[in-house]
């Protein structure tokens, strides 16, 4: 029998979208429900995903998300920490590492192993290699990641406090430019793995298909959102004339938000102190970051309201400071454990460090203590003013005549 037109070509499409998609495992010790039909994400989608995991999510608006795109994050956007949440030491690091250059040619056996395996989701329409070395450029500088030219096997491993910075990050790594790069995978998706089974960190693994690695995409195939990079410097000193009472902003403007680490306090660049009251708006978002010292070195600036389809700078707009909280790392038993702290800041220029919790903790047990303190003395004093019994005086006689 011979397959009709209409049957065939419907399956050819079907085939080709297949192979053009991108494939995503996620690794977590508390595993996600397996479905035998994963869906298929947008890379916009997938962007909001990957953000919402990475703690970013303040450099990615939601506009107008549809109820599929916010059920998609809730159910792969990773554990939302509890707002009474105290210690961030047992919080696992969250790693997301696209993998480019996926064939049977290249990865036959990462292919084979994740056979058994259903993926997560799927990336329709698989942008470019360029596209998604972008998204992980940008990214890495909303977690505060520097570039650094780590080794795979050090790149994954968030106790090393030379490759990374905080509790997140994103790699890009290309099967055909590394020599030994299917070995070199393997061998980390094994340490990966133990990683997500101990709970010490989450894993979103991206399989890119060698045939999107030069595939025309649109312009902006993971859409539109805050980067921490700046505008060049000729458009930001035509811009900075438009605001008033501003002083004259530091050399030094470039600043990211930054997590400390306490081997290597004297190697961190200060971030030098705002002074003044910076206005709460400015008119374009270089301003913002000349004014307010790319807010203090703790958070970014962004559009808090204004025209939603001007891409650039209106004259009737507001850039403010959106305040994030920095992440401080810190070893223990002997540098082999990594630990975190983290610290909220507030104000116009995220200037001010956020004491609210020790100053309501430190009240409240003040307040307690002079109420104990005040009913003890208080108790004194009324069993010293109780009347004695009149039984003192029975056995005393009077005298006799």
């Known amino acids: 029998m011979k397959l009709s037109t209409s049957l065939l070509l419907p399956a050819l499409v079907g085939a080709a979208a297949a192979l053009s998609d991108a494939s995503v495992y996620i690794f977590q010790r508390d595993e996600l429900p397996r479905s035998s039909n994963p869906p298929t994400l947008t890379p916009e989608q997938a962007r909001l995903v990957f953000a919402q995991r990475l703690a970013t999510s303040q450099y990615h ?3 107008d998300a549809s109820e599929s795109t916010l059920s998609y994050i809730n159910r792969f956007g990773g554990r939302r920490g509890s707002l009474f949440e105290e210690d961030a030491n047992d ?3 969250e790693l997301v590492l696209i993998v480019e250059g996926v064939s049977s040619k290249t990865a036959q056996p990462l292919i084979d192993e994740l056979s058994t395996i259903k993926p997560a989701f799927a990336i329709s329409k ?11 450029s940008d990214i890495n ?3 505060g990641q520097g570039k650094k030219n780590c080794a795979l096997q050090d790149a994954i491993n968030p106790f090393d406090v030379s490759c990374w910075n905080g509790n997140s990050k994103i790699i890009h790594f290309d099967l055909v430019k590394e020599k030994n790069g299917i070995a070199e995978l ?3 998706k094994q340490r990966l793995i133990r990683f997500a089974n101990k709970g010490e960190m989450n894993v979103v693994l991206v399989l890119m298909p060698e045939s999107s690695r030069s595939a025309k995409s649109p312009l902006n195939p993971y859409g539109r959102y805050e980067k921490v990079s700046q505008s060049p410097i000729g458009r930001r000193q035509a811009e900075e004339p438009m605001i008033d009472g501003v002083s004259t902003p530091p050399a030094s403007r470039n600043k990211q938000v930054m997590t400390t680490n306490s081997s290597d306090n004297s190697t961190a660049e200060p971030v030098e102190p705002i002074t003044g009251v910076p206005p709460l708006c400015h008119s374009s978002h270089d301003a913002c970051v000349s004014a307010t010292n790319n807010c203090s070195g703790h958070g ?4 808090k309201y204004g025209n939603a389809k001007d891409v650039g700078d209106a004259p009737s707009a507001c850039f403010t400071c959106g305040c994030t909280p920095t992440n401080n790392t810190f070893t223990y038993a002997g540098g082999k454990k990594k630990g975190f702290t983290l610290d909220y800041w507030g104000g116009s220029a995220c200037q001010k460090k956020d004491v609210s919790s020790p100053f309501w903790l430190i009240t409240i047990f003040s307040v307690v203590l002079i109420i104990v303190v005040g009913w003890a003395i208080g108790l004194l004093f009324s069993i010293g003013e109780e009347k004695l019994p009149g039984v003192i005086g029975a056995g005393v006689s009077s005298k006799t005549r």
Do not use: E
């Open 126 to 136: 698989a942008p470019s290699m360029t596209a998604n070395k972008k998204l992980v």
């Open 141 to 143: 500088q909303q977690c």
């Open 186 to 188: 393997m061998s980390a």
């Open 300 to 303: 970014a600036c962004y559009k």
């Open 91 to 93: 919080t696992p690091a």
């Open 61 to 63: 608006g939601l506009g």
